[in-house]
Structure formats: structure tokens, C-alpha cells
T-cell receptor
Framework: AQSVTQLGSHVSVSEGALVLLRCNYSSSVPPYLFWYVQYPNQGLQLLLKYTSAATLVKGINGFEAEFKKSETSFHLTKPSAHMSDAAEYFCAVSDRTGGSYIPTFGRGTSLIVHP | DVKVTQSSRYLVKRTGEKVFLECVQDMDHENMFWYRQDPGLGLRLIYFSYDVKMKEKGDIPEGYSVSREKKERFSLILESASTNQTSMYLC?????????????FGNGTRLTVT
């Protein structure tokens, strides 16, 4: 069985500051990992995904995430926060457990950006 | 670009009503999902379907049923709505058996049961 833990339900940063959103996963087999973003009153959209090609993954809007197998982590970062980054962020993991593709989501982290 | 369309953005229903939430995708995806989103709980899987007329229970199927008569359409049914089913409902789809394919989400239906 797979699971995802997102540390911190809310993260607050100043505009221009580093953004770090944490995600740890558990999986018995090599996982596929995803970060999604949800803007107010919208569905989720893909930020980036890890599929074993490279440990550092670049996504949209300047975000990137690094897969660290030894730490079972896939933290999301952005060097400089912008007001438009304020949103809910979800980490998700999927693997071939049971032969089906069923992604598991973390509980989400709300990013608050102060001017 | 994949489009997943949920028929209603906002719904208000009374306790005991039968409620239908509709979802249509336009990219011939095999897999479709219904999630429920609540603050602090993230996304919880209600039901999913990997083919027409096929359905599987997710983590919280109680009080819900689904229908998939056509590949592009996946309906969520609340047989007798209750106030604890007030929530945001998200539909998603993804192609075949691609484990690294991301989910494509609709914009959600915010359901209020009074």
C-alpha cells in the first residue's frame, strides 16, 4: 500500500522568498510521484511529475521537485514566491500495487504569499 | 488538450433527494475517477471505473453509486443525500494502464445538502 504525507497544512512566505513544500511517501515498489496545484474554485492541474528519468524535475511556473529515494521525499521548491502562487498544493503517488493505477493524494498544503 | 467537464459548478439539494453529478471527458480515456475534497482531508476516492460498465469502490463508497454507460461519461449518484455529503466533488480521467500519466481534473461541483 502506498501513502503520502505532506508536512504542514499551511505554509506562509513573503513575496520573493523561497517556497518549500514537503512531501514524503511510502511505497513498496518504485513510485511515480506528482505535484498538483489547485487555484480557488478550480480543479487540480499538474505541476510536475517524477517518472525515474531524472531525480530533479522541473515543472510549470518555476517550480521544481527533487526525488530522494533515501529520504522517501519529493519536496517542491520555487526560488522566489509570487503572489499568484497562492493556492493549494497536493502531492500524489502511484505504483503498480495490485496491477491497477490508483493514485493516492496527500492532504494538501495551502501556500499563503504575503506582499 | 484534455477536457473534463462537470455539468454543474454549484448544486443545492435537500436531505433525502436523489442527486446526479455528471462528468464527461473528450479524450477517449479508459479510467475515470470520482473524488471528494474536504478541508484538511485532501482528496478521497469514492469510486473509479477502468472501462464501460465497470466500476470499483474507492476508499469512501458508502452512500454513493456510479454509472458508466458510455466511455466518455461517468456519473456519481447520491441515492439519498445527507448533510454530511456537503462537499466539493472532483471528477478526473486518465488513459489506459499508464502508471505515470497524470490525472486530468474537472473544475469540481460544490454540493450543499440542506
Amino acid at each position: 500500500a502506498q501513502s503520502v504525507t505532506q508536512l504542514g497544512s499551511h505554509v506562509s512566505v513573503s513575496e520573493g522568498a523561497l517556497v518549500l513544500l514537503r512531501c514524503n511517501y511510502s511505497s513498496s515498489v518504485p513510485p511515480y510521484l506528482f505535484w498538483y496545484v489547485q487555484y480557488p474554485n478550480q480543479g487540480l492541474q499538474l505541476l510536475l511529475k517524477y517518472t525515474s528519468a531524472a531525480t530533479l524535475v522541473k515543472g510549470i511556473n518555476g517550480f521544481e521537485a527533487e526525488f530522494k529515494k533515501s529520504e522517501t521525499s519529493f519536496h517542491l521548491t520555487k526560488p522566489s514566491a509570487h503572489m499568484s502562487d497562492a493556492a493549494e498544493y497536493f502531492c500524489a503517488v502511484s505504483d503498480r500495487t495490485g496491477g491497477s493505477y490508483i493514485p493516492t493524494f496527500g492532504r494538501g498544503t495551502s501556500l499563503i504569499v504575503h506582499p | 488538450d484534455v477536457k473534463v467537464t462537470q455539468s454543474s459548478r454549484y448544486l443545492v439539494k435537500r436531505t433525502g433527494e436523489k442527486v446526479f453529478l455528471e462528468c464527461v471527458q473528450d479524450m477517449d480515456h479508459e479510467n475515470m475517477f470520482w473524488y471528494r475534497q474536504d478541508p484538511g482531508l485532501g482528496l478521497r476516492l469514492i469510486y473509479f471505473s477502468y472501462d464501460v460498465k465497470m466500476k470499483e469502490k474507492g476508499d469512501i463508497p458508502e452512500g454513493y453509486s456510479v454509472s458508466r454507460e458510455k466511455k466518455e461519461r461517468f456519473s456519481l449518484i447520491l441515492e439519498s443525500a445527507s448533510t454530511n455529503q456537503t462537499s466539493m466533488y472532483l471528477c478526473a480521467s486518465t488513459p489506459g494502464s499508464s502508471y505515470n500519466s497524470p490525472l486530468h481534473f474537472g473544475n469540481g461541483t460544490r454540493l450543499t445538502v440542506t
